[in-house]
């Protein structure tokens, strides 16, 4: 078995939370995530936008920056960025081939997906020579991999109902869960809460090493997390020069002119907080192309949709599609259609397209027709999905595109 085809077989283990497997094999690979500084990111929504803005705020400040984040668009490279750019697939060979090595050792020890990209990620950093790391985690935060990293400051971003099945089903438990990235005398900068329970959880968990920033009430959705990275920049000394990085599927204007004659937006929104707040941000009629992953209370994740198409006249039309990509399964189309209409959004048959790309090529038409905008949202793998598929049509450099700063 080759060693991607190993990689690709941790797929099958599905989520794991536990220390145990990268505390081992981390010893056995001589402990490279200690041999420099992390930021540490948690958070509901925003991790990522937070991250890639740190990333480029540490080298635009001349550090070596070795930036990871979950999960990949495209190609699993893209988890491990230095200084903005994914490694090379010959790098991340030769280092998964020693993750499999320290994993097949006697006794053997058998890692996620997840942790296993995050392994190669810490041995690449290391060899990289890095100055900081900007650490991303995967899920919740008190049992995730990358809560094993040599953290310096650690950054708390939104809290929602998410993932309940590891992380707990109310917002306190939630909370609980991701502030346990917090280490005794390391700072915690948080984002303000609104429910009280989540900022006792919070203020219980950081005690004085907390610092509350207040949510920006204006802007973007990717705008409102500059308040964190010119915290972090005050914090480490750093300039908080953010403006030529970009993220796929967050950032303002990124892929809007995929789609000749119409003005596209991509939103990597993937639960009920985010597609609110991503859908609030819309202006201009649009027509929109909704794909999703599995959830776990889809009825709950699809209420601000409902709610857009049932107050706001400027969602003049639906279109309704799957994801082809990623870790998780896509809601059939079938399945979005019946729930949609259940809870009172009719479409005509014409708007359910199973294939992401003869999707995103028919919302092109419906909205050149309608002269109107063009809005993709729902999962970050929809955005993957498109993404691959622009790169083979307009023959663009796949790691160029992948490069956000």
């Keep these: 078995m080759s060693d991607r085809d190993w990689l690709d077989e941790r797929m099958l283990m599905g989520v794991k939370l536990g220390l145990e497997n990268c505390a081992t094999l981390l010893s056995r690979l001589g402990n490279p995530h200690l041999d420099f500084p992390s930021i540490h990111v948690a958070g509901s929504n925003g991790k990522g936008s937070v991250c890639v803005q740190l990333s480029a705020a540490a080298c635009a400040s001349g550090l070596t920056t070795g930036l990871f984040t979950s999960p990949h668009l495209v190609t699993v490279e893209e988890r491990i960025r230095i200084d903005g750019?994914?490694?090379?697939?010959?790098?991340?060979?030769?280092?998964?081939?020693?993750?499999?090595?320290?994993?097949?050792?006697?006794?053997?020890?058998?890692?996620?997906?997840?942790?296993?990209?995050?392994?190669?990620?810490?041995?690449?950093?290391s060899?990289?020579?890095?100055?900081?790391?900007?650490?991303?985690?995967?899920?919740?935060?008190?049992?995730?991999?990358?809560?094993?990293?040599?953290?310096?400051?650690?950054?708390?971003?939104?809290?929602?109902?998410?993932?309940?099945?590891?992380?707990?089903?109310?917002?306190?438990?939630?909370?609980?869960?991701?502030?346990?990235?917090?280490?005794?005398?390391?700072?915690?900068?948080?984002l303000q809460h609104d429910d009280l329970l989540v900022r006792r959880?919070?203020?219980?968990?950081?005690?004085?090493?907390?610092?509350?920033?207040?949510?920006?009430?204006?802007?973007?959705?990717?705008?409102?997390?500059?308040?964190?990275?010119?915290?972090?920049?005050?914090?480490?000394?750093?300039?908080?020069?953010?403006?030529?990085?970009?993220?796929?599927?967050?950032?303002?204007?990124?892929g809007k002119d995929w789609m000749d004659g119409v003005v596209t937006h991509l939103s990597a929104a993937h639960n009920a907080e985010s597609l609110a707040s991503d859908l609030a941000e819309v202006v201009s009629p649009s027509v929109v192309l909704l794909g999703l992953s599995k959830?776990?209370?889809?009825?709950?994740?699809l209420e601000p949709v409902v709610a857009a198409f049932r107050k706001e006249d400027r969602f003049i039309r639906l279109i309704l599609t799957e994801t082809t990509s990623g870790r998780d399964p896509?809601?059939?189309?079938?399945?979005?259609?019946?729930?949609?209409?259940?809870?009172?959004?009719?479409?005509?048959?014409?708007?359910?397209?199973?294939?992401?790309?003869?999707?995103?090529?028919?919302?092109?038409?419906?909205?050149?027709?309608l002269k109107s905008e063009l809005l993709v949202i729902g999962s970050v793998y929809l955005i993957g999905d498109l993404l691959g598929y622009v790169v083979d049509r307009d023959g663009l450099d796949l790691w160029d595109e992948l490069t956000v700063h």
């Design 85 to 125: 750019r994914p490694i090379s697939p010959e790098t991340f060979d030769k280092l998964l081939s020693s993750v499999r090595d320290a994993a097949e050792m006697d006794p053997e020890c058998s890692p996620t997906y997840f942790e296993t990209t995050f392994l190669v990620a810490m041995i690449a950093f």
């Design 127 to 190: 060899e990289a020579g890095i100055e900081r790391g900007i650490i991303e985690t995967g899920l919740g935060g008190r049992l995730d991999a990358t809560r094993m990293v040599e953290a310096d400051l650690c950054i708390l971003t939104t809290i929602s109902k998410e993932h309940s099945e590891f992380l707990g089903d109310t917002l306190a438990e939630i909370a609980a869960e991701k502030a346990a990235i917090h280490r005794p005398g390391v700072p915690l900068i948080a």
């Design 201 to 254: 959880v919070i203020e219980g968990t950081a005690g004085d090493d907390l610092s509350w920033l207040p949510r920006s009430q204006t802007g973007s959705k990717w705008s409102s997390y500059s308040a964190m990275v010119e915290a972090t920049a005050a914090h480490l000394g750093w300039q908080a020069l953010t403006e030529n990085c970009f993220w796929p599927g967050r950032s303002a204007g990124y």
């Design 295 to 301: 959830k776990a209370d889809l009825r709950a994740t």
């Design 330 to 369: 896509s809601v059939s189309v079938e399945e979005l259609s019946t729930t949609l209409e259940s809870m009172g959004v009719i479409h005509t048959l014409n708007n359910v397209e199973r294939n992401p790309e003869k999707a995103f090529e028919m919302g092109g038409e419906m909205a050149r027709e």
